[in-house]
């Protein structure tokens, strides 16, 4: 499963994977200079939805 931060024009600017068989998560991030309030919101959607 995937949870992605995107902008408002649909652009992604982050995401957490999440694999069905090992559970390990991994962050991508595509944009620099992400503020840190959108990637503790991404992180706590994680955290509630995963």
Do not use: Y
């Not at 652009?11 to 840190?36: H, M």
């Not at 990637?39 to 994680?46: D, K, P």
């Amino acid at each position: 499963m995937t949870i992605e931060l995107t902008r408002d024009d649909g652009r992604r600017v982050a995401e957490v994977f999440e694999d069905d068989k090992t559970g390990n998560r991994t962050v991508s991030v595509f944009e620099q200079d992400v503020p840190l309030e959108a990637m503790e919101w991404l992180l706590s959607e994680v955290a509630a939805r995963l």
